[in-house]
């Protein structure tokens, strides 16, 4: 244990010199057959294909033109049909792109995967926008560039290339109830090199609930109970060139929360709850190299870990601790990448990730000692991308994944093809079909839980199809976009409980369509629709949770005189099934909820405010968890 913390330390504290990847392997690229383009409150979302992301790719842009008054990432995702974001159990966000679960989706910053923890979750509540560019949303199948562990979809965080004209960013967020956020971050680009240092602080002392809950036995209405914390982040980036061709990276970050309270249900005896030296960190060396004017390798070394201690009690005092659990996790990963042009028509990118996932844990009651356990995961990838004609373009990778772990009896080896063809019409309508096969491993609790564990699980897969349209239109002024996205997934080997145990047992077969119109009647207004449809088969008793039938988000932007932004957003979510602590399902009714934001900026001075959930309804994310009220918010940046 000691070996491995003084390796933690060290990589840590290199990385106070650190940087984000600049190429890293989802990072925007060029796309040779044109994009659509479309306003979502809040955010602006492009979606393009790029011969990476096989199938749609929707990106969040988190740029200052649009307003969005956000301090962390479940908030900054929220409001996208096919996409939900939850606050579950112990106050963790729990993730589902369409339908797929939170331990099915990869996210990576930059290229670089985040370490899901021994639950398999990334809680997206305590990962801070911490100068983000961009979010993309990979929802159909996966380049095998990704790795394994994408049968849920890829959301790849984009950070922001430091400025030549700015050195200081301030902002200032306050909300409802004492909810606010400092940032600072220092930043500056030279001609060969580039750095940034980012600190924020951010203090909640709990949402206010909607004025129509009606209080129970275990939640005295108001302010949500059990609902406090005080969160630190810390950033560092710095990249340079050599030689006039090659560049050279290093990052690394912290970020902390000495104690959070959990909340419980609503429904259930209240738990007193609470999490104690929350921790992430993560460092990662990278490097980018012109090997001749065809080829270049793109290589990084990378570590992103995490503890905690989980504690309960029997008091609202908190002084009588009766389950005390501690928890290290972390991954430590290798990932080479060629990218070569043999042909002004064939691209080829091929290369190898290797991930060790490891954790241990102790607690007072199955783990007495410090117990751990660690898992390894080797891909090798080949992605070939060729022009056939100039209004067709044709993508296929192939991967294959090896792991292992120390109580696993052989190895699991297992094939992940896909294939994506484009065709562009003459009116710049764009066609698309993608097929594949993504896979997701086991976390870490399912292969090695004491009570529940089973170390010779199967990976999880689904064969994932896609077909989509994206048609542009002008008429007379009017112009305006239409696109359309169908699917069909084929999943086998769901993990779920058996007999007590962790096992493979659930199949699922789910289909649905996206839908968004984009209408622009006059340079200053535009007007989204967006539609979601979901359904499935399944055997069993197995169930899509958390996730509704019809999703349907309307959103209007104007600019107002003097370059005032304003951004109105209503959304619908059909009934979700949801499960209580009991596991027993239970209906959540449909709501609708309404957001109006405005923004004005003022040289390098701007100002953001909004009215979230105008009507103050009531509705619960997932059973016995409401979601906030009414809420005012506001923000201000400088930039020098």
């Known amino acids: 244990m000691l070996k491995r913390k003084a390796i933690y330390l060290l990589l840590l504290g290199a990385g106070i010199f650190c940087l984000a990847p600049l190429n890293a392997e989802m990072k925007a690229q060029q796309d040779t057959t044109g994009f659509k383009r479309y306003t979502l409150e809040p955010i602006r979302v492009i979606a393009r294909r790029p011969q990476e992301a096989l199938s749609t790719l929707s990106t969040v842009n988190l740029t200052t033109d649009v307003p969005k008054v956000a301090s962390n990432l479940k908030a900054a995702l929220e ?9 579950g159990t112990k106050d963790e966000s729990n993730l589902r792109l369409r339908g797929f679960r939170k331990n099915e989706v990869r996210i990576l910053v930059d290229g670089r995967p985040l370490n899901a923890g021994y639950f398999g979750n990334v809680d997206l509540q305590n990962l801070p926008l911490a100068e983000i560019s961009e979010i993309q949303i990979l929802k159909g199948p996966a380049s095998s560039l990704y790795g394994s562990n994408t049968m849920g979809g890829v959301i790849n965080i984009i950070t922001k290339e430091p400025s030549r004209s700015q050195w200081l960013k301030i902002g200032l967020l306050a909300k409802r109830n004492n909810t606010n956020q400092a940032e600072v971050s220092l930043a500056h680009s030279f001609s060969e090199s580039n750095f940034r240092i980012y600190a924020a602080r951010e203090h909640t002392d709990g949402f206010v609930l909607p004025a129509d ?6 939640e005295n209405g108001a302010v949500r109970n059990h609902n406090q914390k005080t969160q630190y982040n810390f950033q ?13 990276g290093l990052t690394a970050g912290v970020t ?38 065809e080829a270049q390798l793109n290589s990084f070394l990378y570590f992103d870990g995490g503890q ?9 005092e908190y002084q009588h601790l009766y389950i005390n659990s501690e928890m290290r996790y972390s991954t430590f990963g290798f990932n080479p990448r060629l990218d070569w042009t043999p042909l002004d028509k064939l691209k080829l990118q091929t290369g190898y990730r290797w991930e060790n996932q490891f954790s241990t844990r102790k607690d007072n009651g199955n783990y007495q000692d410090w117990t751990s356990h660690d898992f390894n995961l080797h891909n090798l990838f080949l992605q070939a991308g060729y022009q056939a004609k100039e209004n067709l373009d044709l993508t296929a990778s192939l991967g294959e994944s090896i792991a292992t772990g120390d109580l696993k009896d052989k190895p699991t080896g297992y094939a992940e093809p896909a294939l994506g063809v484009y065709y562009t019409l003459a009116d710049y309508t764009l066609l698309s079909l993608a097929s594949g096969v993504n896979t997701a491993y086991p976390t870490l609790r399912q292969l090695y839980s004491a009570e529940k564990g089973n170390p010779n699980l199967k990976p999880q897969s689904a064969l994932k199809t896609e077909a989509s349209v994206n048609h542009p239109f002008t008429w007379k002024d009017l112009g305006g976009s239409i696109s359309l996205s169908t699917y069909y997934n084929i999943v086998r080997n769901l993990i779920d409980l058996k007999d007590g145990k962790y096992d493979n047992i659930y199949q699922v077969n789910s289909y649905g369509l996206e839908s968004e119109f984009l209408l622009q009647p006059f340079a200053r207004l535009d007007f989204d629709f967006g539609y979601a449809f979901l359904s499935y088969s399944h055997s069993g008793d197995y169930r899509l949770t958390e996730t509704p039938r019809n999703s349907l988000d309307l959103k209007a932007n104007f600019t107002l005189p003097l370059q005032i932004k304003l951004t109105y957003n209503s959304l619908y979510r059909d009934c979700r099934l949801s499960q209580d602590e009991n596991y027993n399902y239970k209906v959540l009714p449909s709501y609708w ?3 109006l934001m405005v923004y004005k900026s003022f040289g390098r ?36």
């Open 236 to 248: 560092g980036e710095y990249n340079f060139t050599v030689g006039g061709l090659h560049t050279l």
């Open 213 to 218: 809950f009606k209080p129970t036995a275990w």
């Open 256 to 293: 902390t929360i000495d104690r959070k309270e959990i909340p419980s249900s609503i429904y259930e005896p209240s738990q007193y709850r609470l999490y104690k030296d929350w921790l992430r960190y993560q460092s990662t060396v990278m490097g980018e190299f012109i090997l001749s004017e």
């Open 308 to 316: 905690d201690t989980y504690q309960e009690y029997n008091d609202p």
């Open 79 to 87: 409001d996208n049909p096919g996409l939900t974001v939850t606050v």
């Open 605 to 640: 001075f701007s100002v953001k405010a909004g009215l979230e959930n105008i009507f103050d309804t009531y509705y619960e994310e997932e059973y016995g968890y409401p979601a906030p009220g009414r809420n005012f918010s506001v923000k201000l940046e400088a930039a020098i």
């Open 593 to 595: 909820t309404h957001t």
